[in-house]
C-alpha cells in the first residue's frame, strides 16, 4: 500500500493533536490559577534581582565619584557621647541636687530562731564535678563527650535530688539513653 501524502499525514496529526489537549484541557483549566500565579511570582522574584542587580551597580559607580564615610551620620557609640559633668545628675538644668542614699544592714534574727534554723551550705554539685550548679545548657552540652556513664548518671541523681531542672534532667537523660544506646 502507498502512504498518504505528506499534507494528509500532517493534518490527521494535526486532528490527533487536538483531541489530545481537548481531553486534557478540564485538568489544565484546573492548574491554571497556581500555573499564573506561580509565574506572576516568579516574573516579580526576577524583577527584584534585576532591581538589585542595578543598585549594586550604580553604587560601584557612584562609590568611586563619591567616598563613603568611614562612620555613618547615624551611627552613635557610647565612647562619642559627652558625660554630664559630676554633681548634675544627667539632668540638663546642671542645678539639680543629689540626695544620698543610705543603705542600712539587714536586722539580725533573734538569738532563738537562729538556734532553730540549721545552716546548710548551698549546693555546690555531686563530688565529681562541684561546679556543676553553675553549668549553663550549652556548657553542660559541651562537656558530653568528656563525662563517662557513671558521671552522668551521677550527675543527674544529683540534679533531680537538688535542683530538679526540668531541661536539664531531660537532657542528661536523654545523653544517658544515647550512651547507654536504649
Do not use: C
Request: no cysteine; aromatic share 4%; charged share 25%.
Amino acid at each position: 500500500m502507498k502512504p498518504l501524502p505528506m499534507p494528509i499525514r500532517i493534518a490527521a496529526g494535526l486532528v490527533a493533536t487536538a483531541l489530545e489537549e481537548a481531553q486534557e484541557l478540564p485538568r489544565k483549566l484546573t492548574e491554571l490559577p497556581v500555573t499564573a500565579v506561580s509565574r506572576a511570582l516568579q516574573t516579580s522574584m526576577r524583577l527584584q534581582q534585576r532591581v538589585t542587580e542595578l543598585a549594586i551597580k550604580g553604587d560601584r559607580a557612584l562609590g568611586a565619584l563619591r567616598p563613603v564615610p568611614e562612620t555613618p551620620t547615624w551611627a552613635r557609640f557610647d565612647e562619642d557621647e559627652e558625660l554630664p559633668p559630676p554633681g548634675t545628675n544627667g539632668l540638663a538644668g546642671g542645678g539639680a541636687k543629689i540626695t544620698p542614699v543610705r543603705l542600712l544592714p539587714e536586722p539580725e534574727p533573734a538569738a532563738e530562731t537562729k538556734a532553730a534554723e540549721p545552716e546548710t551550705p548551698p549546693a555546690a554539685g555531686p563530688p565529681s564535678q562541684p561546679e556543676y550548679e553553675h553549668w549553663s545548657l550549652p556548657q553542660l552540652r559541651g562537656r558530653f563527650r568528656r563525662l563517662s556513664l557513671e558521671e552522668l548518671e551521677e550527675l543527674l541523681a544529683w540534679e533531680t535530688t537538688h535542683l530538679d531542672r526540668p531541661p536539664y534532667v531531660t537532657m542528661l537523660s536523654n545523653r544517658i539513653a544515647s550512651v547507654t544506646g536504649r
